[in-house]
């Protein structure tokens, strides 16, 4: 018997597995799922154990170097995960497999400590006549694994009264991994799950019986207004899901991964939650993955690569605001945690929902077009509450008005309303900095990253940085071009909103919510919960307001610019925008008072507006629908994309000439789109060009793309451009 391993170098010439003996010093403890260290070459380098078969020829096989780690890292279910996404995504099974398993491979080990179980024994404390010893008795039963100190301390007794119990026998002490709980010092509340309202009860109902079912996948869209109670469907469906004896992966993206939303899970969950997301230590992260390994958690409430947890078998798989883009992974390799976790369902029977109030119309269609899945809808907000009204506001008359302020009056004068009526404000930005372009008015020179095609954003600390490397300098007094002093500041972002607001009202109490506020560990919580208890009465930021956000308080939600994204050269800039102002209009009245919204556009008539305008999500469905079936884009079509990067053009440009050549030559009846600059041309000093391949059936894109990169590999010429292949992109730039 050999060990198959695959081994940690992410190449498409060594993307198969590797037969090693076992050393009898490791016989018998190598298992699938080990790490181990094995020669390669001559080096000796990390691999991991995919099997245990023997060997298909007798050539002389090396041993194995060392076993890493006494337990497997990981699973048969993440095994399978990873071949199926090298497959299909295209790229190495280790870059799959190490995608999955990272929180593992990040990090240093657990800290022990010594824990007291309760011993196997005849005579348990008597409470009458031993009422300590009764008391630590009594804890202990609940919580298994407490250290000496610990256990006095819930008991409330002295140490000693413990001591006392491991000397005749009651209490076991064994070594145990410290969990390093992330909630660890927040207070634990509990939650009494409300009365479900007739929708919210209907849904879960056909949730439940999709559980009860043995007949495989069920699919649910749930199409819930914003406000209208999904999040309690979700943790009633949970709550099924445990009683039945099954574990649960709820994943929700990054910036609404709020400790509102934490707090929630914890309250209905208590320590069954573990949770997973990027502003964990590294420590806190292996602690949850432990205990979700153990079983001792059985739903994990995470980000995008939380569908890869190490769950035995999931039986109810949640993806709340399934159409947000931040569940594509953005680097090999690019899967999209939505088209996982369908798979992962296929493999588990699990049930699968995907919660939104604006659908992707990739999963829209599939509910409502005749598709396998099922629609399930919330039309009301809970309780009395109404969807706020919207208003837009033509910026273009704004400024006939002579009104050249960030601010249109009508939105000035319902700002000044609310904080005279004492209530909340968003006002909702998507780009962060004070000015978003500096330009020279002599010479007309932009301001641009020296290492990307981007222009610089001035920040309030005086400097230029690039959004995209993060490169930055201090802000030159004259043009670096001509010499002339008048260099002028446009575009703006939520820094100069934030000065704006506080130089108009200078008694508001104001906050703002972007990437550069949270940078600190804590901080995004701490504002978040600052405007929820009221101490603030305007909130202003980035897409990071937009999301999730419950807070009663407010009533006035003001969208500064609403064209942002609208004009993006990407064919999904309608659906973002659509998508992006329903939910940051969704965060207005949702406590006892209506809720009202103003949008500032320079396009009122865009269907995009007037339909977010209108909460009409279907009429917004069928055109955004005629038009993506008119353009042959998805999901009519599929797309892969072929990124070309390299830090000369000319290399780039041929490089992405020989590939497209390569697919033309394909028999795989695709359509090529290109080659052409990516719209954004350099990052990070490399040219970037791209290659959109289009096909009625999604395999003639792996075929195709298989081919051209065969081809590309041969050639030496290319030796330092890079290509990365990305199946149903997400991103276009
Ligand atoms: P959504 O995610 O659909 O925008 P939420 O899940 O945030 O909506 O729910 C909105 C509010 O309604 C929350 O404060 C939630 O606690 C409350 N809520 C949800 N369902 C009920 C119910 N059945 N009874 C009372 N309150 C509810
Ligand atoms: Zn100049
Ligand atoms: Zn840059």
């Excluded at 039945?244 to 929630?264: F, H, N, S």
């Excluded at 001792?296 to 995008?304: I, M, T, Y």
């Excluded at 507006?609 to 629908?625: K, L, P, V």
């Excluded at 065969?710 to 992109?729: C, E, H, L, T």
Aim: hydrophobic share 40%; charged share 25%; net charge positive.
């Amino acid at each position: 018997m050999q060990a198959e391993v695959l081994v940690s170098i992410a190449h498409h010439q060594v993307d198969k597995v590797f037969y090693y003996n076992i050393p009898p010093s490791l016989a018998g403890r190598v298992q699938v799922g080990s790490r181990v260290l094995v020669p390669f070459g001559r080096r000796k380098i990390e691999g991991y154990v995919v099997g245990l078969n023997p060997a298909p020829n007798q050539e002389e096989l090396k041993d194995l170097a060392a076993l890493l780690d006494e337990d497997p890292i990981f699973t048969p279910l993440q095994l399978a995960l990873a071949r199926w996404m090298a497959a299909y995504y295209l790229c190495p099974t280790v870059k799959a497999l190490r995608a999955i398993i990272w929180p593992l491979l990040q990090i240093k080990g657990p800290k022990k400590v010594k824990g007291l179980w309760p011993a196997v024994c005849g005579n348990v404390p008597d409470p009458r006549r031993a009422p300590k010893s009764a008391a630590v008795w009594e804890v202990i039963q609940a919580r298994p694994g407490l250290t000496r100190k610990e256990l006095a301390e819930a008991a409330g007794v002295s140490p000693r009264v413990v001591d006392s119990m491991v000397a005749r026998g009651l209490l076991a002490s064994k070594e145990r991994i410290e969990l390093r709980d992330p909630c660890r010092n927040l207070p634990e509340k509990r939650s009494v799950p409300p009365v479900l309202y007739e929708e919210q009860l209907r849904a879960v109902k056909k949730i439940i019986e999709a559980l009860d079912k043995k007949d495989g996948r069920h699919v649910f869209l749930l199409h819930g207004v914003t406000g209208s109670g999904k999040t309690e469907v979700y943790l009633q469906a949970i709550a099924a899901a445990l009683n039945r004896g099954k574990q649960a992966i709820v994943l929700v993206p990054e910036i609404a991964l709020t400790p509102q939303m934490i707090d929630l899970f914890r309250s209905r969950f208590g320590h069954q939650v573990a949770v997973l997301h990027s502003r964990l230590s590294d420590g806190e992260r292996y602690d949850e993955y432990h205990r979700l390994r153990t079983g001792e958690a059985k739903v994990v409430l995470g980000a995008r690569s939380a569908i890869f947890s190490p769950l035995e078998k999931p039986g109810l798989i949640i993806l709340d605001e399934e159409h947000e883009p931040s569940y594509k992974q953005e680097e090999s390799p690019r899967y999209h945690a939505r088209t996982v976790a369908l798979r992962l369902a296929g493999y588990t029977g699990a049930v699968v929902v995907l919660g939104s109030a604006t659908p992707s119309l990739e999963s829209y269609c599939q509910a409502a077009g005749g598709g396998t899945y099922q629609l399930l809808e919330l039309n009301q907000r809970v309780g009395e509450l109404t969807l706020p009204s919207v208003h837009l506001i033509d910026l273009r008359r704004e400024l006939r008005k002579g009104n050249k302020g960030i601010f249109s009056g009508v939105l000035q004068e319902a700002i000044a309303d609310r904080l005279s009526r004492r209530e909340q404000v968003i006002l909702f930005l998507n780009r962060r900095g004070y000015s978003t372009l500096v330009v020279c008015r002599e010479c007309g020179l932009v301001l641009k990253c020296p290492h990307c095609d981007i222009s610089l954003t001035y920040h309030a600390s005086g400097r230029l940085r690039c959004h995209y490397c993060n490169y930055s300098v201090m802000a030159p007094s004259l043009c670096p071009g001509c010499g002339s002093h008048y260099v002028a500041y446009l575009g703006m972002g939520t820094q100069k909103v934030e000065q704006e607001i506080r130089r108009l009202f200078p008694a508001a109490r104001v906050l703002r919510l972007d990437s550069d506020t949270v940078g600190r560990r804590g901080a995004h919580r701490e504002i978040i919960e600052t405007f929820r208890e009221g101490e603030a009465d305007i909130l202003v930021g980035t897409q990071m307001v937009a999301k999730g956000l419950d807070i009663p308080g407010v009533t006035l939600v003001g969208v500064i610019n609403a064209d942002i994204s609208l004009h993006m050269p990407d064919f999904r800039a309608s659906e973002r925008t659509f998508q992006l102002l329903t939910q940051v209009a969704g965060r207005s009245g949702r406590g006892k008072k209506k809720g009202e919204v103003m949008i500032q556009t320079y396009s009122p008539e865009h269907y995009a507006i007037t339909c977010a305008q209108n909460h009409d999500y279907r009429g917004f469905y069928c055109r955004e629908m005629a038009l993506r079936r008119a353009l042959g884009y998805p999901p009519f079509t599929h797309l892969a994309r072929l990124l070309v990067t390299g830090k000369l053009e000319r290399e780039v440009q041929e490089a992405a000439d020989f590939l497209a050549q390569a697919v033309r030559t394909t028999n795989a009846p695709v359509e090529l789109l290109g080659p052409a600059p990516a719209p954004i041309g350099r990052i990070k000093d490399r040219y970037r060009w791209h290659l959109v391949l289009k096909a009625p059936v999604q395999n003639f894109l792996r075929e195709a793309a298989t081919a051209a990169m065969n081809g590309f590999y041969n050639m030496s010429n290319y030796r330092r451009v890079q290509v990365s292949v990305d199946i149903a992109p997400q991103s276009m730039m």
